[in-house]
């Protein structure tokens, strides 16, 4: 799992009229969560970028004045119009204790499906799983060179290796739409196969 480094500093004051200030100037109040006491502090918004503007998921080395801790992003709150970081929360890690993050999936392979015509629909493009930092994938890879055409990968297809994954297996996370064309040719030949068996001649007993 790949870590990104937050600079951080202490906050002298807590209330709204602080906040709003900091934020003005380009700063994201924070709030540190797992420890003996809440840490309070602010980081500069650009540092930011690595780990909200980014597919890819990642532990956090804050480096709040001096002290260091290993910690992941727990929750962030942006502004509704001009998408802003309002406030950031970060939880803080301990080998022995399990967390619960938000993985991305990443589909590999070519399905034979989609060489027949077939499209490829993503339904679902990550995954919340628990389990100890140690064991946290940085991404789930799914193999789909077994999907045919209207063939699907579900979340009970995601191999296990240390961790849970707590989305309702039955979910679908991608599968193989059988184009239009091919659906109205099969309804054509079986329209066909019927008229056919209806026009048949029916053979006639020769028996007196």
Do not use: W
């Not at 961790?163 to 030949?189: G, Q, S």
């Amino acid at each position: 799992m790949r870590t990104v480094e937050i600079i951080g500093y202490n906050r002298a004051n807590l209330g709204k009229t602080d906040a709003k200030q900091l934020r003005s100037e380009s700063h994201v109040p924070c709030v540190l969560y797992g420890g003996k006491d809440q840490i309070h502090f602010y980081s500069p918004m650009i540092l930011f970028r690595d780990i909200v503007y980014t597919p890819e998921a990642c532990f956090v080395k804050l480096n709040i004045e001096g002290e260091v801790y290993s910690a992941i992003l727990q929750d962030i709150q942006f502004h509704p119009v001009n998408e802003m970081i309002l406030h950031a929360d970060f939880l803080l890690l301990s080998d022995d204790k399990p967390i619960k993050m938000e993985i991305p999936i990443k589909l590999t392979g070519k399905a034979p499906g989609v060489i027949q015509g077939g499209r490829l629909n993503v339904k679902l493009r990550s995954v919340k799983v628990k389990g100890l930092p140690a064991n946290i994938p940085e991404v789930i890879n799914l193999d789909i060179s077994g999907l045919s055409l209207g063939k699907m990968l579900k979340v009970s297809n995601i191999v296990l290796d240390g961790f849970e994954v707590l989305n309702n297996p039955r979910i679908t996370i991608a599968t193989v739409e059988i184009p239009r064309t091919v659906i109205a040719e099969e309804e054509e030949e079986s329209e066909e196969t019927e008229e056919g068996a209806e026009a048949a001649p029916v053979a006639e007993s020769t028996e007196e």
